[in-house]
């Protein structure tokens, strides 16, 4: 992992396509623009994870519901 610091108004270059912009650092928040192409995905942390876990959920199938589709006639 690389680290940087960076103050308002300064960019991190990823490869040729890719720019971050630091907009603005107000206490511990930090707002970000960043410039990409149309066909890279863009997606916060939390709701990468969020849709990981609910996708995990609705995949565990709990046995006695399938037992109850079973016997349906």
Known sequence: MLVLSRKGNETIKIGNEIEIKIIEVKGD????G????KNVD?????LVKSIS?????AIT?????FSQLIKKD
């Open 29 to 32: 928040t930090v707002r970000i």
């Open 34 to 37: 960043i410039e990409a192409p």
């Open 53 to 57: 876990e609910t996708n995990a959920e």
């Open 42 to 46: 863009i997606l916060r942390g939390e």
């Open 61 to 65: 199938l709990d046995s006695s519901l």
